[in-house]
Protein backbone atom coordinates (compact mmCIF):
# COMPACT_ATOMS: atom_id res chain seq x y z
CA UNK A 1 0.00 0.00 0.00
CA UNK A 2 2.87 2.11 0.13
CA UNK A 3 2.29 3.33 -3.38
CA UNK A 4 -0.44 5.54 -2.34
CA UNK A 5 0.95 7.14 0.62
CA UNK A 6 0.65 10.54 -0.49
CA UNK A 7 -3.24 10.33 -0.78
CA UNK A 8 -4.67 7.40 1.30
CA UNK A 9 -6.44 8.76 4.64
CA UNK A 10 -4.87 9.22 7.82
CA UNK A 11 -4.77 6.11 9.99
CA UNK A 12 -5.16 5.49 13.68
CA UNK A 13 -2.14 6.89 14.73
CA UNK A 14 -2.09 9.69 12.71
CA UNK A 15 -5.43 10.53 13.42
CA UNK A 16 -4.41 10.81 17.20
CA UNK A 17 -1.47 12.55 16.66
CA UNK A 18 -3.40 15.13 14.10
CA UNK A 19 -6.09 15.74 17.01
CA UNK A 20 -3.51 16.10 19.63
CA UNK A 21 -1.98 18.69 17.49
CA UNK A 22 -5.10 21.01 17.31
CA UNK A 23 -6.39 20.13 20.48
CA UNK A 24 -4.91 23.39 21.57
CA UNK A 25 -6.52 25.69 18.80
CA UNK A 26 -7.40 28.79 20.34
CA UNK A 27 -10.65 28.37 17.72
CA UNK A 28 -11.66 25.15 19.37
CA UNK A 29 -13.06 26.81 22.33
CA UNK A 30 -15.54 28.73 20.23
CA UNK A 31 -16.36 26.09 17.77
CA UNK A 32 -17.16 23.83 20.69
CA UNK A 33 -19.29 26.57 22.20
CA UNK A 34 -21.37 27.26 19.27
CA UNK A 35 -21.99 23.07 18.38
CA UNK A 36 -22.38 22.15 22.46
CA UNK A 37 -23.09 25.12 23.93
CA UNK A 38 -24.44 22.96 26.95
CA UNK A 39 -21.04 21.69 27.74
CA UNK A 40 -18.24 23.15 29.02
CA UNK A 41 -16.23 25.32 26.62
CA UNK A 42 -13.05 22.84 26.46
CA UNK A 43 -15.59 19.69 25.40
CA UNK A 44 -13.99 19.57 21.92
CA UNK A 45 -10.57 19.64 23.50
CA UNK A 46 -11.04 17.06 25.47
CA UNK A 47 -13.00 14.95 23.08
CA UNK A 48 -10.27 14.99 20.70
CA UNK A 49 -7.56 14.34 23.28
CA UNK A 50 -9.71 11.17 23.47
CA UNK A 51 -9.84 9.80 20.29
CA UNK A 52 -8.06 6.47 19.67
CA UNK A 53 -8.61 6.22 15.98
CA UNK A 54 -10.39 6.93 12.95
CA UNK A 55 -13.52 5.08 14.07
CA UNK A 56 -13.37 6.53 17.98
CA UNK A 57 -13.58 9.91 16.02
CA UNK A 58 -16.47 9.10 13.52
CA UNK A 59 -18.21 7.95 16.90
CA UNK A 60 -17.16 9.74 19.52
CA UNK A 61 -17.20 13.32 17.83
CA UNK A 62 -18.50 13.28 14.59
CA UNK A 63 -21.93 11.67 14.83
CA UNK A 64 -22.69 14.44 17.73
CA UNK A 65 -21.24 17.36 15.93
CA UNK A 66 -23.44 16.25 12.13
CA UNK A 67 -26.27 16.31 15.20
CA UNK A 68 -25.82 19.32 16.75
CA UNK A 69 -25.55 21.25 13.08
CA UNK A 70 -28.28 19.48 12.00
CA UNK A 71 -30.28 20.20 15.07
CA UNK A 72 -29.07 24.32 14.97
CA UNK A 73 -29.89 24.47 10.90
CA UNK A 74 -31.98 22.20 9.65
CA UNK A 75 -35.55 21.24 10.03
CA UNK A 76 -35.10 17.88 9.73
CA UNK A 77 -33.02 14.96 7.48
CA UNK A 78 -34.42 11.79 5.98
CA UNK A 79 -32.71 9.70 4.17
CA UNK A 80 -34.19 6.87 1.76
CA UNK A 81 -32.04 3.31 -0.05
CA UNK A 82 -30.31 1.82 2.86
CA UNK A 83 -32.25 -1.38 1.93
CA UNK A 84 -30.26 -1.33 -1.67
CA UNK A 85 -26.89 -1.87 0.68
CA UNK A 86 -25.79 -4.95 1.75
CA UNK A 87 -23.70 -4.17 4.94
CA UNK A 88 -20.83 -6.81 3.75
CA UNK A 89 -20.27 -5.38 0.64
CA UNK A 90 -18.79 -2.45 -0.81
CA UNK A 91 -19.28 0.36 -2.70
CA UNK A 92 -18.24 3.32 -4.83
CA UNK A 93 -20.92 6.42 -4.23
CA UNK A 94 -21.49 8.36 -7.03
CA UNK A 95 -22.65 11.01 -5.85
CA UNK A 96 -24.16 14.87 -6.89
CA UNK A 97 -22.31 17.41 -5.19
CA UNK A 98 -24.03 20.62 -3.51
CA UNK A 99 -21.89 21.75 -0.10
CA UNK A 100 -18.35 20.74 0.52
CA UNK A 101 -18.22 19.11 3.78
CA UNK A 102 -22.38 18.11 4.88
CA UNK A 103 -23.07 16.18 1.59
CA UNK A 104 -20.30 13.58 2.62
CA UNK A 105 -21.04 14.50 6.53
CA UNK A 106 -24.87 13.32 5.75
CA UNK A 107 -24.34 10.13 4.26
CA UNK A 108 -21.74 9.21 7.10
CA UNK A 109 -24.51 9.89 9.12
CA UNK A 110 -26.88 8.33 8.04
CA UNK A 111 -24.78 4.88 7.56
CA UNK A 112 -23.82 5.36 11.18
CA UNK A 113 -27.43 5.47 12.53
CA UNK A 114 -28.12 2.34 10.74
CA UNK A 115 -24.95 0.30 11.31
CA UNK A 116 -23.09 0.44 8.07
CA UNK A 117 -19.36 0.82 8.01
CA UNK A 118 -18.58 4.25 6.86
CA UNK A 119 -16.76 5.13 3.39
CA UNK A 120 -13.87 6.70 2.74
CA UNK A 121 -14.47 10.22 0.78
CA UNK A 122 -12.26 11.97 -2.00
CA UNK A 123 -11.81 15.43 -1.89
CA UNK A 124 -9.65 17.81 -3.98
CA UNK A 125 -6.83 19.39 -2.13
CA UNK A 126 -7.68 22.59 -3.16
CA UNK A 127 -10.04 22.51 -0.23
CA UNK A 128 -6.53 22.03 1.98
CA UNK A 129 -5.56 25.62 2.66
CA UNK A 130 -4.03 24.58 5.76
CA UNK A 131 -5.09 25.08 9.49
CA UNK A 132 -7.29 23.38 11.90
CA UNK A 133 -9.74 23.00 9.06
CA UNK A 134 -7.37 21.34 6.88
CA UNK A 135 -7.12 18.84 9.65
CA UNK A 136 -10.24 18.16 10.31
CA UNK A 137 -10.75 17.40 6.64
CA UNK A 138 -7.95 14.84 6.64
CA UNK A 139 -8.83 13.04 9.49
CA UNK A 140 -12.88 12.71 8.21
CA UNK A 141 -11.60 9.12 5.99
CA UNK A 142 -10.17 11.56 3.09
CA UNK A 143 -8.70 10.31 0.02
CA UNK A 144 -6.21 13.12 -1.48
CA UNK A 145 -7.56 14.20 -5.19
CA UNK A 146 -4.42 16.26 -6.71
CA UNK A 147 -5.94 18.90 -8.73
CA UNK A 148 -2.79 21.18 -8.92
CA UNK A 149 -0.35 19.15 -11.25
CA UNK A 150 1.23 19.63 -14.71
CA UNK A 151 -1.06 17.29 -17.73
CA UNK A 152 1.69 14.82 -17.36
CA UNK A 153 1.60 14.53 -13.40
CA UNK A 154 -2.10 14.69 -13.54
CA UNK A 155 -2.55 11.60 -15.18
CA UNK A 156 -0.12 9.73 -12.90
CA UNK A 157 -1.58 10.98 -10.07
CA UNK A 158 -5.27 10.21 -11.83
CA UNK A 159 -3.84 6.35 -12.28
CA UNK A 160 -3.00 5.88 -8.88
CA UNK A 161 -6.25 7.37 -7.49
CA UNK A 162 -8.35 5.17 -10.03
CA UNK A 163 -6.13 2.13 -8.75
CA UNK A 164 -6.52 3.19 -4.93
CA UNK A 165 -10.53 3.65 -5.10
CA UNK A 166 -11.22 -0.23 -6.50
CA UNK A 167 -8.32 -1.69 -4.82
CA UNK A 168 -10.63 -0.39 -1.51
CA UNK A 169 -13.96 -1.77 -3.00
CA UNK A 170 -12.97 -4.80 -4.41
CA UNK A 171 -10.64 -6.29 -1.88
CA UNK A 172 -13.55 -5.62 0.47
CA UNK A 173 -11.51 -3.22 2.92
CA UNK A 174 -13.63 0.23 2.32
CA UNK A 175 -16.55 1.70 0.71
CA UNK A 176 -15.93 5.05 -1.36
CA UNK A 177 -17.39 8.45 -2.04
CA UNK A 178 -16.44 10.69 -5.15
CA UNK A 179 -18.53 13.00 -6.98
CA UNK A 180 -19.87 12.84 -10.27
CA UNK A 181 -17.62 15.91 -11.43
CA UNK A 182 -15.08 18.33 -9.87
CA UNK A 183 -16.38 20.65 -7.59
CA UNK A 184 -19.76 21.57 -6.50
CA UNK A 185 -22.61 21.90 -9.28
CA UNK A 186 -22.90 25.60 -8.88
CA UNK A 187 -26.25 25.99 -10.73
CA UNK A 188 -28.18 23.23 -9.65
CA UNK A 189 -27.46 21.41 -12.98
CA UNK A 190 -26.29 17.97 -11.97
CA UNK A 191 -24.03 16.16 -14.89
CA UNK A 192 -21.49 13.50 -14.53
CA UNK A 193 -18.01 14.47 -15.81
CA UNK A 194 -16.64 11.59 -18.68
CA UNK A 195 -13.36 12.67 -16.77
CA UNK A 196 -14.33 10.78 -14.11
CA UNK A 197 -15.67 7.73 -15.50
CA UNK A 198 -12.13 7.83 -17.30
CA UNK A 199 -10.11 7.94 -14.33
CA UNK A 200 -11.79 4.64 -12.74
CA UNK A 201 -10.70 2.96 -16.18
CA UNK A 202 -7.32 3.71 -15.92
CA UNK A 203 -7.13 0.55 -12.97
CA UNK A 204 -9.26 -2.04 -15.02
CA UNK A 205 -8.94 -4.73 -17.25
CA UNK A 206 -9.98 -2.88 -20.25
CA UNK A 207 -13.38 -4.57 -20.20
CA UNK A 208 -16.20 -2.60 -19.84
CA UNK A 209 -18.92 -4.12 -17.93
CA UNK A 210 -16.45 -6.53 -15.75
CA UNK A 211 -14.45 -2.95 -14.89
CA UNK A 212 -17.54 -1.06 -13.60
CA UNK A 213 -19.65 -3.85 -12.17
CA UNK A 214 -16.93 -4.66 -9.83
CA UNK A 215 -16.96 -1.25 -8.20
CA UNK A 216 -20.70 -1.98 -7.40
CA UNK A 217 -21.57 1.42 -8.06
CA UNK A 218 -24.34 3.37 -5.96
CA UNK A 219 -25.49 6.72 -7.60
CA UNK A 220 -26.46 8.62 -4.84
CA UNK A 221 -28.69 12.00 -4.52
CA UNK A 222 -28.88 15.06 -1.61
CA UNK A 223 -31.13 17.82 -1.85
CA UNK A 224 -31.66 20.66 0.48
CA UNK A 225 -34.34 22.93 0.48
CA UNK A 226 -32.17 26.19 1.07
CA UNK A 227 -29.27 25.46 -1.39
CA UNK A 228 -25.91 25.48 0.22
CA UNK A 229 -23.92 28.72 -0.04
CA UNK A 230 -26.64 29.68 -2.80
CA UNK A 231 -25.57 33.42 -2.67
CA UNK A 232 -22.05 32.65 -2.82
CA UNK A 233 -22.21 30.36 -5.79
CA UNK A 234 -24.47 33.21 -7.38
CA UNK A 235 -22.09 35.58 -7.49
CA UNK A 236 -19.33 33.44 -8.62
CA UNK A 237 -21.14 32.50 -11.88
CA UNK A 238 -22.09 35.75 -12.35
CA UNK A 239 -18.36 36.92 -12.11
CA UNK A 240 -16.95 33.75 -14.57
CA UNK A 241 -19.37 35.25 -16.86
CA UNK A 242 -17.82 38.53 -17.01
CA UNK A 243 -14.11 37.12 -17.18
CA UNK A 244 -11.89 34.95 -15.84
CA UNK A 245 -12.34 34.08 -11.81
CA UNK A 246 -9.69 33.24 -9.68
CA UNK A 247 -10.94 32.20 -6.27
CA UNK A 248 -9.47 34.64 -3.30
CA UNK A 249 -6.87 32.83 -0.32
CA UNK A 250 -9.48 30.77 1.73
CA UNK A 251 -12.87 31.53 -0.45
CA UNK A 252 -12.82 27.46 -0.21
CA UNK A 253 -12.63 27.70 3.69
CA UNK A 254 -15.86 30.48 3.68
CA UNK A 255 -17.54 28.53 1.91
CA UNK A 256 -16.99 25.71 3.95
CA UNK A 257 -17.88 27.43 7.27
CA UNK A 258 -21.10 29.28 5.42
CA UNK A 259 -22.33 25.57 4.07
CA UNK A 260 -22.12 24.41 8.22
CA UNK A 261 -23.76 27.05 9.18
CA UNK A 262 -26.16 28.81 7.11
CA UNK A 263 -30.15 27.65 6.88
CA UNK A 264 -30.92 24.46 5.30
CA UNK A 265 -34.23 23.47 5.73
CA UNK A 266 -35.25 19.92 5.11
CA UNK A 267 -32.77 17.84 3.80
CA UNK A 268 -33.27 14.17 2.11
CA UNK A 269 -30.37 11.89 0.93
CA UNK A 270 -31.18 9.04 -1.55
CA UNK A 271 -29.27 5.81 -2.02
CA UNK A 272 -30.26 4.07 -5.26
CA UNK A 273 -29.81 0.45 -6.22
CA UNK A 274 -26.03 -0.26 -7.37
CA UNK A 275 -26.00 -0.47 -11.18
CA UNK A 276 -26.59 -4.26 -12.68
CA UNK A 277 -25.10 -5.99 -15.06
CA UNK A 278 -28.07 -5.38 -17.43
CA UNK A 279 -27.31 -1.93 -16.97
CA UNK A 280 -24.31 -2.11 -17.63
CA UNK A 281 -24.10 -4.47 -20.81
CA UNK A 282 -27.12 -2.10 -22.23
CA UNK A 283 -24.35 0.81 -21.81
CA UNK A 284 -21.69 -0.78 -22.87
CA UNK A 285 -22.41 -0.95 -26.72
CA UNK A 286 -20.37 1.32 -29.36
CA UNK A 287 -16.95 2.81 -29.27
CA UNK A 288 -15.17 3.94 -26.06
CA UNK A 289 -16.49 7.14 -25.75
CA UNK A 290 -19.96 5.92 -26.78
CA UNK A 291 -19.90 3.62 -24.04
CA UNK A 292 -18.87 6.52 -21.11
CA UNK A 293 -21.44 8.43 -22.62
CA UNK A 294 -24.21 6.11 -22.44
CA UNK A 295 -23.04 5.40 -18.88
CA UNK A 296 -22.53 9.25 -18.27
CA UNK A 297 -26.59 9.52 -19.32
CA UNK A 298 -27.06 6.27 -16.76
CA UNK A 299 -25.58 7.73 -13.53
CA UNK A 300 -27.38 11.22 -14.64
CA UNK A 301 -30.85 9.27 -15.07
CA UNK A 302 -30.55 7.71 -11.40
CA UNK A 303 -28.57 10.48 -9.61
CA UNK A 304 -31.82 13.36 -10.85
CA UNK A 305 -34.47 10.80 -10.20
CA UNK A 306 -33.12 10.42 -6.53
CA UNK A 307 -33.88 13.79 -5.63
CA UNK A 308 -36.44 14.97 -3.30
CA UNK A 309 -37.82 17.96 -4.88
CA UNK A 310 -38.89 21.02 -2.47
CA UNK A 311 -41.36 23.89 -2.61
CA UNK A 312 -38.44 26.02 -3.00
CA UNK A 313 -37.50 24.27 -6.27
CA UNK A 314 -41.09 24.60 -7.19
CA UNK A 315 -41.17 28.13 -6.74
CA UNK A 316 -38.06 28.93 -8.74
CA UNK A 317 -38.63 26.99 -11.58
CA UNK A 318 -42.11 29.05 -11.84
CA UNK A 319 -40.51 32.36 -10.89
CA UNK A 320 -37.88 31.55 -12.99
CA UNK A 321 -40.14 30.72 -16.18
CA UNK A 322 -42.47 33.32 -15.12
CA UNK A 323 -45.27 30.67 -15.24
CA UNK A 324 -46.93 28.79 -12.38
CA UNK A 325 -47.10 25.71 -13.43
CA UNK A 326 -46.29 24.75 -9.84
CA UNK A 327 -48.48 26.72 -7.95
CA UNK A 328 -50.61 23.82 -6.52
CA UNK A 329 -47.49 22.89 -4.89
CA UNK A 330 -46.96 25.89 -2.66
CA UNK A 331 -49.09 28.80 -1.12
CA UNK A 332 -49.02 32.28 -1.83
CA UNK A 333 -47.70 32.88 1.88
CA UNK A 334 -44.55 30.58 1.01
CA UNK A 335 -44.52 32.44 -2.44
CA UNK A 336 -44.01 35.53 -0.44
CA UNK A 337 -41.49 34.29 2.17
CA UNK A 338 -39.23 32.61 -1.03
CA UNK A 339 -39.01 35.92 -2.47
CA UNK A 340 -38.22 37.43 0.74
CA UNK A 341 -35.54 35.02 1.15
CA UNK A 342 -34.39 35.76 -2.39
CA UNK A 343 -33.75 39.28 -1.48
CA UNK A 344 -32.12 38.42 1.47
CA UNK A 345 -29.72 36.62 -0.28
CA UNK A 346 -29.45 39.19 -2.96
CA UNK A 347 -28.32 41.57 0.18
CA UNK A 348 -25.21 39.79 0.80
CA UNK A 349 -23.78 40.29 -1.93
CA UNK A 350 -21.72 43.53 -3.18
CA UNK A 351 -23.90 46.19 -4.38
CA UNK A 352 -21.74 47.01 -7.46
CA UNK A 353 -23.03 43.55 -9.25
CA UNK A 354 -26.29 43.02 -11.41
CA UNK A 355 -29.14 42.56 -9.22
CA UNK A 356 -31.04 41.14 -11.60
CA UNK A 357 -28.81 38.98 -13.42
CA UNK A 358 -27.69 37.77 -9.57
CA UNK A 359 -31.71 37.17 -8.82
CA UNK A 360 -31.76 35.27 -12.30
CA UNK A 361 -28.91 33.05 -11.23
CA UNK A 362 -30.60 32.24 -7.72
CA UNK A 363 -33.91 31.33 -8.96
CA UNK A 364 -32.18 29.04 -11.66
CA UNK A 365 -30.49 27.19 -8.71
CA UNK A 366 -33.79 26.22 -7.43
CA UNK A 367 -35.42 25.66 -10.50
CA UNK A 368 -33.28 23.91 -12.54
CA UNK A 369 -34.02 20.38 -10.56
CA UNK A 370 -37.35 20.84 -11.11
CA UNK A 371 -36.15 20.75 -15.12
CA UNK A 372 -33.53 18.24 -14.86
CA UNK A 373 -37.01 15.65 -13.97
CA UNK A 374 -39.09 17.10 -15.95
CA UNK A 375 -36.44 15.74 -18.73
CA UNK A 376 -36.52 11.95 -17.76
Avoid at 9 to 27: C, K
Avoid at 196 to 211: A, H, Q, Y
Avoid at 260 to 285: F, M, N, W
Amino acid sequence: MTQFDDIRPMDDAQTVEALRRISGNPVLPFLSKYLFPNEKRGYLRKAFLAVDGVDSFQREVMSRVVSSVMEKTSDGFSCEGLENLDPNVRFLAVSNHRDIVMDTALMQWALFEAGFPLTEICVGNNLLSGGIVNTLLRVNRMITVRRDLAAHELYNASVTLSAYIRDAVTSGRTSVWIAQREGRAKDGCDQTAQAVLKMLTLSGSGEFVPDFLSLNIVPMSISYEYESCDALRARELLLRRQGPYTKKHLEDTRSILTGIRQRKGHVHLTLGAPLTEEELVSASKGCRNERLQALMALLDQKIISGYKLWKTNYMGYDLMTGGMKYADRYSAEDLAGFRVYIEGQLDKIEKRLDRDALRDILLHIYGNPVAAKESL
